[in-house]
Structures are given as structure tokens and as C-alpha cells.
């Protein structure tokens, strides 16, 4: 049994390596499902215990920021805001800080995946009437939904994984985490800035854009559920539980049907954590993981420093994704030092911007990007992708050492 635990647990992380099964439709949320369901039918994880294997509480949490992000962009705020992106007059870099600003403010309090999936469709369409390529705002953008998010431990899935499994405050990571994350902004700016200065240096036409439904009480409302619960956030109350009590909240409407919201989360990514949950819970049961823990803490190699995190942070991010990297990590590594934690929230969210597969955000918006017919392709995302990963990476990791959070 152990090592068919072993083999389904390599297959499965061979699996989110690849994104999908060779020769079939099977993407990573169906891969964790399917070994999940064969380990637990196997008896690798006994039915009685499937409930202390997943990590409920962070599953809620996250369905409950989905929630709220979805009545945002029901209000049409998200579309407003590209569009009101895309109609400002000036010089494309000054759209170009727009885009990257506000999509990097809106990533850190909501999550960046839905911000990315509501405006990348009507930021392309408006770019486009202005005669202007997309690409480089659409990059700008990807990069300043991770940047921006790994300022908060509810801006991304994988820095809400950290906050429940941790005892990190959230103004108190909000507060270390800041500074580079605002870094990571101005470095994504200046990187897409100069890695595309051919195609930013076309000054934009003045075609009209498409007119987008704004409702201002909507917007408002949900503004104010987005103060309330910051400021749950910094009361005893559990995390899950409060993001849930603005969710009930916002689901009371006149006007707007539940199911449109509910259909708004992603059941896809809450599936794939939660069998990624159950699928590190069998490996862990073999005692691989904590003999692997103790040899590594034996000889010093545990990567509670900048200079072995980082390595980590950009291969696992890079090849099986951030979010099956930090459920791996949680399981088998006990006793994370505050400081690594806080390491290893921003590092795995900035290695997502090394490559185009490195976080959700980047694939989301070039798929939503493909069906405006705007192609962003691996090797046009590396030109900025890889400076940008590379200096915020060295900030961060400066960062960190200088204010004591990590060695060197």
C-alpha cells in the first residue's frame, strides 16, 4: 500500500506539472479527484478521517471571498473600471500604470483569479478600439494580480492556505508584506514598460469604447462589505466565519438571483485543494514526509532561508502550480518558523510571473484573452516575466532579511 501511495502521489504532481493527462480532457482539478477517490477507496485515507484531512475552514473562506468578489463585478464595477482603463487620454504608459495599479489594489482584497477573469475581456475590447495592443497591458495585468496579491493573506488561494494554516495576523502580514509587494508593482511597470516600448510607443486613437452597466448603490454596498470584513478580520472572530457573514449578507438582494452568485465560485479550484488535501494527508501517513523533515532539519537544509526558499518557491510555483506547492509544504513540514511563512506567502505568489503556466492568473488571462482573439504567447510573457520575477524576487528576499524575518 505504501508504495502505491508513493506512485499515485508522484502521478499526481506529474499531473499538475503537465496541467492535464496527455491524449484526454483531464485537467489538474480531475487529476486530484480522481487519486483522491482511489486512496480513499483504497483505504490510504479511512473514511473516518477524510474530515480531518481537509481543511474545511480554508475551503469556506475561500467560497466566501468568491462570494463577495462576485457581487463586485455583478455591480459592473470591474468592467467600469477597464473601461474607464481604456478611455483615459494620454500616453499608453500612462494606461499601462493604470491597468497595473488598480489591478494590483484590486487583487490584494479580493481574489486576483476573478478580478483577472472580469476585466481581461473588456480591457482587450477596449484596447483594441483605441488601436493599441493588448498584449502588454494584459501582461501588466497578470503580473499586478500577483504582485499586488501577495500583499494580503486573502488576495490569492495559496496566501489563504498560509493564513488559516498559520497563526499570522492579517493587518501584521499586511504590514510586512506591504512594501515588497508595492516593489513588485513598480518593477512589473518598468519591466513591461521597456520590454514592450515598441508597441507602447503608438500614441491611442479616440474611438469611443463600449458603454458598461455601473450601478453606483450596488458598488457602494459592496464597498462597505469589503470595510466590514477587514475589520472582522482584525477581531477574534474566525476568518472563515466572517467572510461567510458578509457572504449571507450579500446574497440578500432584490435584484440579483443567488444562483448567479453561487455560479460565480470556482467549484473547480475548491475540488482541487480539497483532494489535494486528502491526497498529502495519505503521502504524509507513510512516514516518508517527516523522515525527509528530520534528515533535512539534520543536516540544515530546511528552507527557512532566503536563499533556499526562493530556489523552491520559483520551481515549485513554476512546474506544479503555487497552490498544490503550499498544500504540499503545509502537510509535511510542521512547525514552520512566522518568518518562513511570510517568505513563503510572497515568494510563491511572485514566482507565478517567471513563466505564463507559473500562477492561475497568468492562464486565466490568456485564455480569456484568446477568446477576444488576442494571443499571448510563453516566449512574449518571458520578456517581462522573468526580469520582473528576478527583481522582486531579489527586493523581497532583501526584505526579509534586512527586517530579520529570515536568514540569509
Not at 223 to 237: D, E, R, T
Request: hydrophobic share 55%; net charge neutral.
Amino acid at each position: 500500500m505504501t508504495y502505491g501511495v508513493l506512485v499515485l502521489f508522484g502521478l499526481t504532481y506529474l499531473g499538475m506539472a503537465l496541467g492535464r493527462v496527455p491524449g484526454l480532457r483531464i485537467d489538474r482539478a480531475g487529476i486530484a479527484l480522481i487519486v483522491a477517490v482511489v486512496l480513499v477507496a483504497a483505504g490510504a485515507v479511512p473514511r473516518d478521517a477524510i474530515d480531518d484531512a481537509i481543511h474545511f475552514p480554508t475551503l469556506l473562506l475561500l467560497g466566501g471571498l468568491m462570494i463577495l468578489s462576485a457581487r463586485v463585478g455583478a455591480s459592473g464595477f470591474y468592467g467600469a473600471v477597464a473601461t474607464w482603463i481604456a478611455r483615459q487620454a494620454g500616453q499608453p504608459r500612462r494606461l499601462l500604470a493604470l491597468t497595473i495599479a488598480i489591478g494590483g489594489i484590486l487583487s490584494a482584497f479580493l481574489v486576483n483569479d476573478i478580478v483577472v477573469f472580469a476585466m481581461t475581456p473588456l480591457l482587450c475590447a477596449g484596447l483594441s478600439a483605441r488601436s493599441l495592443d493588448p498584449r502588454p497591458f494584459l501582461f501588466g495585468l497578470a503580473a499586478a494580480s500577483n504582485a499586488g496579491s501577495a500583499a494580503t493573506l486573502i488576495g490569492n488561494p495559496q496566501n489563504i492556505l498560509i493564513g488559516q494554516a498559520s497563526a499570522l495576523s492579517f493587518w501584521g502580514y499586511f504590514a510586512d508584506a506591504a512594501i515588497p509587494s508595492v516593489a513588485a508593482l513598480l518593477i512589473s511597470y518598468g519591466c513591461v514598460a521597456y520590454a514592450w516600448r515598441a508597441s507602447l510607443s503608438t500614441p491611442p486613437t479616440d474611438a469611443p469604447t463600449e458603454t458598461v452597466a455601473f450601478d453606483r448603490l450596488q458598488v457602494g454596498i459592496c464597498g462597505v462589505a469589503l470595510a466590514v470584513l477587514l475589520i472582522l478580520f482584525a477581531s477574534p472572530l474566525p476568518r472563515e466565519i466572517s467572510a461567510l457573514l458578509v457572504a449571507a449578507c450579500l446574497i440578500v438582494s432584490r435584484t440579483l438571483p443567488t444562483r448567479q452568485l453561487l455560479d460565480e465560485i470556482d467549484v473547480p479550484l475548491l475540488i482541487l485543494i480539497a483532494a489535494l488535501f486528502v491526497i498529502n494527508d495519505a503521502f504524509a501517513r507513510t512516514g516518508f514526509p517527516e523522515q525527509a523533515v528530520h534528515i533535512l532539519a539534520d543536516y540544515n537544509l530546511l528552507p527557512d532561508r532566503v536563499s533556499s526558499l526562493v530556489p523552491i518557491s520559483l520551481l515549485l510555483s513554476n512546474t506544479i502550480g503555487n497552490v498544490p506547492a503550499v498544500v504540499m509544504i503545509l502537510k509535511v513540514w510542521h512547525g514552520i518558523p512566522e518568518g518562513t511563512m511570510i517568505g513563503l506567502a510572497i515568494f510563491s505568489t511572485l514566482a507565478g510571473n517567471l513563466f505564463l503556466v507559473g500562477s492561475l492568473a497568468n492562464l486565466i488571462v490568456a485564455e480569456r484573452a484568446a477568446i477576444q482573439g488576442v494571443q499571448l504567447t510563453f516566449r512574449d510573457h518571458a520578456k517581462a516575466g522573468l526580469p520582473i520575477t528576478i527583481l522582486s524576487m531579489v527586493v523581497a528576499g532583501l526584505w526579509l532579511w534586512i527586517g530579520g524575518y529570515m536568514g540569509l
